[in-house]
């Protein structure tokens, strides 16, 4: 069966019931039977997995590794793969970096891009493997993997903080060849520290920023930023004590790696999806989701600042003025992507005026510059494509995961997501199936007085009572 085929025949149009069809129709998916199913574990070794990877240095390349038996399964137990709305702008995007190669240079740079074509391809897999597996991949096992997740990298970040010095020895970046070990870049990624260490002139003491299981510490602040809303959907899906009791447990366990990174864009990226959530239940009139939002706000900005977190990013600020360094190096390569806007420059330069690359410092900045106007489009055409198929999130729960897309959306700004990719095909690909599936008991809205009594169930009852007193 060919690819077209596959396409085509996958999405079936259908009109709601009581529409009477005519222009009003819906795309939904459609089930092929539980022996054509997706298996769930590789999704849940990429993600659950974490810890396994990280230890033997190959999480950078675990999306890649697990998309080989994810392409298995999808040719050999699927008949037909399901294409969703939304899905196809990220496939344009990695499908725009393959011209790209025109414009590259040397052998470094033909080797860092393939890396990266790898990594971006892995990750529209993992996009289809989560739309795909909708069966055995269930809401409540996905839901467990953003969790777990969330566990691991605050882990990660406990790591850095009592072992800022060490660093990953015995790792497959042993068996790396010496051409490769002796690039700083590459051997740091295999072996990874524990700790991003700044040591600004004037200083007394180095900064201490945890940054396990990345590779930088705003590497680990972008994940937890894009994880602290995602983990909230995950505690409103389930609707019980236990979860509240649970959420609060694992929010607080984040802020003291939290304090030690001095993460500016993690607390700009909480703010925005706390903001956006708030905004989205005053809308609908849910007030005292609103106020409750508004007060946990407040208890948790003053208790942010009483522990040291502004005061902490204020002093490194003091010592190391980056806002400055970054404007002019984000001026410099709008200027430069501008000499060639349509390919780009295939990979990060020297900067003219600066010892970082230019292509760095940001997901929308390395984009346009390495892959041109058309492949930083593309990219973050589906961010937003997401937000706006998925904008009815019917529910708390779904309304948090999608406050991590905007999330990332934003941080993607003055952050990398290169590594954060899988949790947002994650979200994605969850969202995305759950807004168009026939039946979705997720995607519906909660019940508003699930502890009063229904009126005609209520009546019902009267009736009766009343004819059995007849």
Known sequence: ???????????????????????????????????????????????????????????????????????????????????????????????????????????????????????????????????????????????????????????????????????????????LPGSLASNEYIFQLFTPPFAEIQEPWGVDEPFYRPSAPFLYANGWGA??????????????????????VLLVLALAAAVPPMVQSTNRGLLLGVVVAVVYVAIRFFLRGQLLLFLGIVLTGAVASATLVSVGVLEGIVERQDAVDTTEGRGNLYLETWQRTLESPLFGFGAPQPSYTSEIFVGTQGMLWSLMFCYGLVGCGFFFYFLSGILIRTWAAPNASALW??????????????????????????????????????????WKPAPRHRYLLNTAVLETQKAKHLRSEQ
Request: with cysteine; aromatic share 14%; hydrophobic share 50%.
């Open 1 to 175: 069966m060919s690819i077209a085929e596959r396409i085509t025949g996958q999405l079936r149009i259908v009109s709601p019931p009581g529409t009477g069809g005519g222009e009003q129709t819906e795309l939904f998916l459609v089930d092929e039977g539980a022996r054509h199913q997706l298996p769930a574990w590789p999704i849940t070794w990429l993600f659950i997995g974490l810890p396994v990877w990280w230890l033997l240095g190959l999480y950078p390349l675990s999306p890649v590794l697990m998309s080989v038996p994810m392409v298995y399964y999808l040719l050999t137990r699927r008949a037909k793969i399901t294409w969703l709305p939304g899905v196809l702008p990220y496939v344009a995007f990695v499908g725009w970096l393959i011209p790209c190669v025109i414009v590259l240079g040397d052998y470094g740079d033909v080797l860092g891009f393939a890396m990266r074509f790898t990594l971006f391809a892995s990750y529209a897999v993992v996009l289809l493997y989560v739309i795909n597996a909708r069966k055995l991949l269930n809401t409540k096992w996905l839901l467990r993997c953003i969790g777990f997740t969330y566990a691991w990298i605050v882990l990660g970040g406990y790591i850095g903080m009592f072992f800022p010095e060490g660093s990953l020895k015995y790792t497959v970046g042993l068996l």
């Open 223 to 244: 994940a937890i930023g894009i994880l602290i809303p995602a983990v909230i959907g995950v505690a409103a899906a389930q609707r019980n004590l236990r979860s509240k």
């Open 401 to 442: 995961l999608q406050a991590s897309i905007v999330t990332a959306t934003f941080v993607g700004i003055f952050y990398g997501l290169d590594r954060h990719l899988p949790i947002i095909m994650l979200l994605a690909g969850f969202l995305l199936r759950e807004r168009y599936a026939q039946q979705s008991n997720y």
